[in-house]
Nanobody, 121 residues
C-alpha cells in the first residue's frame, strides 16, 4: 500500500557532502516517525537517526554534528544532509517509516530499497 523511495546517493571524496531523500507514496493517512539506517558490507544494519512527526530528531553518536535529518510533511519526504563525510560512512542507506493508512488503523513499518553512498579518495 505504501512505497518508500530513497534517492540522492552517490560517490564523494572524504570531507564532501550528500543530501539523501526518502519519499513516501501510496495510501497514507499519517506518517509518524521516520528513520534512516545504513548497512556496510559484512556489517549489521545500524541506526543513523530518526525524526518524529513533530520534527524532533535523534542521531547515532557516529554521525552527530555531521548529519542532519529533516522532513517535509506536505511532501511526505524525509531528508538526510550528510556533511564532512568519512570513508566509514560508506554504506547502503535505508529509509524506514511508521505509517498509518487510515486514521483508525494501527501504524505499519515500511522500508525503502536503499541508496548507495560511497566515500573514497
Amino acid at each position: 500500500q505504501v512505497q518508500l523511495v530513497e534517492s540522492g546517493g552517490g560517490s564523494v571524496q572524504p570531507g564532501g557532502s550528500l543530501r539523501l531523500s526518502c519519499a513516501a507514496s501510496g495510501r497514507i493517512a499519517s506518517i509518524n516517525t521516520m528513520v534512516w539506517y545504513r548497512q556496510a558490507p559484512g556489517k549489521q544494519r545500524e541506526l543513523v537517526g530518526g525524526i518524529t512527526s513533530g520534527g524532533i530528531t535523534n542521531y547515532a553518536d557516529s554521525v552527530k554534528g555531521r548529519f542532519t535529518i529533516s522532513r517535509d510533511n506536505a511532501k511526505n519526504t524525509m531528508y538526510l544532509q550528510m556533511n564532512s563525510l568519512k570513508p566509514e560512512d560508506t554504506a547502503v542507506y535505508y529509509c524506514n517509516a511508521e505509517i498509518r493508512h487510515g486514521w483508525n488503523n494501527r501504524p505499519y513499518d515500511y522500508w525503502g530499497e536503499g541508496t548507495q553512498v560511497t566515500v573514497s579518495s
